[in-house]
Every structure is written in structure tokens, then in C-alpha cells.
């Protein structure tokens, strides 16, 4: 990263996220319950997922490692508002190291102006910056590289094109 935690000196943190009804914390089996879903789902498209089948990926997600599925609540209505995805990438590179990928970030957006995106993107940069990641990278459309420059992000041109194959 190019600027040290120090140097993001946000305003809100995970442990001050500036609201006392919000919480950030890991996602937990009874967030089907809070809207984790209907939350993704201001995102992209998730389809009709059964509890069955939340329960089977969130499983193993555990048993793989290397997912930290990220969450904002809030508390007063116990409802899932923000959610941010950190996935690590084992890597023979750079001395065997890992590689951070910053996957699926979105806020209800009903409740904008609160900074939520900031604090949920820099909470899960932190942590891979912790768990050692030499790197971290995302993709993202457009209008939302400004704000991603504003955590720190640089575009890398001639470098880092995303090229995707649907299937
Ligand atoms: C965005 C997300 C990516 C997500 C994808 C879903 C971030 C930083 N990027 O690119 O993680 O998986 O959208 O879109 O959150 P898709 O359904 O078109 O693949």
C-alpha cells in the first residue's frame, strides 16, 4: 500500500464507526436472517438461494480459508446495511506470498452520506495489509474509481486491464 494505515486517518474506523447502532464485524451463519442476501443483491444479480445452500457455501468458505466476508449491521433493526469481501490468493511470487482481491462491496443505499463504503473498504484493506498481502486489487466500474482513489487505489496503466470470460 502506498499510504501507511497512519496515513488513511479516517474519521470512522471499525472500532469507532462513528454510530453507536453500527457494527462491523465478520458475516455470520444467521445473517440469512439479516438481509445479506436482498443486500447483495443491490449489487448483481444473487438468484433465489435457499438457507440450505447458504449454509453448504458459508461452510466452505470456512473450511477453504482465505475468505473474509466482511459486514455492516445495523443494530437497531438488526439488518445487514454494507458487506465487503476480502478473498487471499496463495502465491509462489514475491517469496510465497499472498495476494488480497477486494470482491462484492456494496451499501444500502439508503443510507448514504454516513461513509459506510469508506469504512467498510478500508476496514477489509487493513486486514489484508495484517494478514500479510503484498498486494491488493479490485475491480470496479467507472464512476466508482474516484472513490477508490480516495482510499488509496491507483489505477496502474498498461498493467492491470480486468478482462473477464462469461460464462
Ligand atoms: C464488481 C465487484 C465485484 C463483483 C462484481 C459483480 C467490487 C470492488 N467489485 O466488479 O467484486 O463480484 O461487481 O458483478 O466490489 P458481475 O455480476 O457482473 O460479475
Known amino acids: 500500500f502506498n499510504k501507511s494505515p497512519a ?9 469507532n464507526p462513528g454510530e453507536d447502532w453500527i457494527v462491523v464485524r465478520p458475516l455470520q451463519r444467521s445473517d440469512y ?3 445479506f442476501l ?12 435457499t438457507r440450505y445452500q447458504f449454509d453448504e457455501r458459508f461452510t466452505k468458505m470456512k473450511q477453504s480459508g482465505g475468505y473474509y466476508v466482511t459486514v455492516i ?4 433493526i438488526s439488518k ?26 456494496v451499501v444500502n443505499d439508503t443510507y448514504r452520506g454516513k461513509q459506510l ?3 467498510i473498504v478500508v476496514t ?8 500479510g498481502c503484498y498486494k491488493m486489487s479490485l475491480d470496479c466500474k467507472d464512476k466508482l474509481i474516484k472513490f477508490y482513489e ?6 496502474e496503466p498498461g498493467n492491470s486491464n480486468a478482462m473477464n470470460m462469461r460464462f
Do not use: M, W
Open 38 to 49: 436482498q443486500l447483495l443483491s443491490q449489487l448483481t444479480s444473487v438468484g433465489n438461494i
Open 7 to 15: 496515513q488513511f486517518k479516517p474519521k470512522i474506523s471499525a472500532a
Open 80 to 105: 445487514l446495511i454494507g458487506a465487503a469481501t476480502l478473498t487471499i490468493e496463495q502465491k509462489f511470487i514475491h517469496n510465497c506470498s499472498v495476494r488480497g482481491r477486494l470482491e462484492d462491496v
Open 150 to 155: 480516495t482510499l488509496g487505489y491507483k489505477l
Open 73 to 76: 449491521e445495523d443494530t437497531r
Open 33 to 35: 436472517d439479516k438481509g
Open 117 to 119: 463504503g469508506k469504512l
Open 124 to 131: 477489509v484493506s487493513l486486514l489484508a495489509q495484517e494478514l
